[in-house]
């Protein structure tokens, strides 16, 4: 029986890893009859994240806190687009 739902990011490591981790578990929980809708989903992605990141979490919160609905794909563009924003600004 699945009893929690822990996955965390690791410091450093890379987000298109993670993504794809994330996606792992959760299609594997579809299978098993477990499905998340997008906002679940973006909800556990975004507290999977590690410190570094925060400052897109809360940027992420606060758009949805304005009433906007979030949206699973979206959230992973927006993370992408970060993570290549951060490689080609160091």
Avoid at 23 to 47: G, P, Y
Wanted: negative net charge; contains cysteine; proline residues 0%.
């Amino acid at each position: 029986m699945l009893n929690k739902f822990s996955l965390q990011m690791v410091e450093g490591g890379s987000i298109l890893e993670h993504l794809n981790e994330f996606n792992t578990i959760t299609n594997q929980l579809d299978s098993m009859k477990l499905k998340f809708d997008d906002e679940l989903k973006v909800l556990l992605l975004l507290c999977s994240l590690v410190h570094s990141w925060n400052s897109l979490v809360m940027t992420v919160s606060n758009d949805s806190s304005n009433g906007n609905k979030l949206i699973f794909d979206d959230v992973v563009s927006t993370l992408l687009n970060e993570d290549i924003r951060r490689k080609y600004h160091r």
